[in-house]
T-cell receptor, first 117, second 112 residues
Framework: GAVVSQHPSRVICKSGTSVKIECRSL??????MFWYRQFPKQSLMLMAT?????????EQGVEKDKFLINHASLTLSTLTVTSAHPEDSSFYIC?????????????FGPGTRLLVL | GNSVTQMEGPVTLSEEAFLTINCTYT??????LFWYVQYPGEGLQLLLK?????DKGSNKGFEATYRKETTSFHLEKGSVQVSDSAVYFC???????????FGTGTKLQVIP
């Protein structure tokens, strides 16, 4: 089946630094990728939707200057957490919709756990 | 707005026990409903889905029926196995749009 990878799987960084998380669709092309955030014992919250070659659409309350999303190719999207702070510590999950896929089909990555000290 | 509420876990069952994980939703219009499963160290995988009222989704022995009158989509399995241990997420997608709203997830642990 379709596989989505994320790198890194875990990252620890100091407050004030920036962290980049990669999301790749390994065996399919993805027109749309989604970025979610999950706090402990809470549901996945959609942060933004990115389409290849265009600007990402951010959900209400998500700071676009803090969470930079780039979808430069049909197989890669990146999320950069800029000037990270401890409250940004969370589990970040991406998903990808295949090119020509059914509207509601998404394949999820395994997630990246970010800890900001 | 849309929301999904599912029972808190963890749920611990013995092998071959009957499983029910409750899920209710709030949505405008006629959403599609999903159950996703996340095995340890892996990404979420679609387990089953139903797109209209009274539809029953099924896969790998799991079933869930879209109940519009009670706005529910409870997950059931007649006989669980150790390999079913995972986190289960109930979710909905409002028709015609790509946004998926998730519940908080329910961790299932099946012991031999």
């Amino acid at each position: 089946g379709a596989v989505v990878s994320q790198h890194p799987s875990r990252v620890i960084c100091k407050s004030g630094t920036s962290v980049k998380i990669e999301c790749r669709s390994l065996d399919f092309q993805a027109t749309t990728m989604f970025w979610y955030r999950q706090f402990p014992k809470q549901s996945l919250m959609l942060m933004a939707t990115s389409n290849e070659g265009s600007k990402a659409t951010y959900e209400q309350g998500v700071e676009k200057d803090k969470f930079l999303i780039n979808h430069a190719s049909l197989t890669l999207s990146t999320l950069t957490v800029t000037s990270a702070h401890p409250e940004d510590s969370s589990f970040y999950i991406c998903s990808a919709r295949p090119l020509g896929g059914v509207q509601e089909t998404q394949y999820f990555g395994p997630g990246t756990r970010l800890l900001v000290l | 707005g849309n929301s999904v509420t599912q029972m808190e876990g963890p749920v611990t069952l013995s092998e071959e026990a009957f499983l029910t994980i409750n899920c209710t939703y709030t949505a405008t219009g006629y959403p599609s409903l999903f159950w996703y499963v996340q095995y340890p160290g892996e990404g979420l995988q679609l387990l089953l889905k139903a797109t209209k009222a009274d539809d029953k989704g099924s896969n790998k022995g799991f079933e869930a029926t879209y109940r519009k009158e009670t706005t529910s989509f409870h997950l059931e399995k007649g006989s669980v196995q150790v390999s079913d241990s995972a986190v289960y997420f109930c979710a909905l997608s409002d028709g015609g749009y790509q946004k998926v709203t998730f519940g908080t997830g329910t961790k299932l642990q099946v012991i031999p």
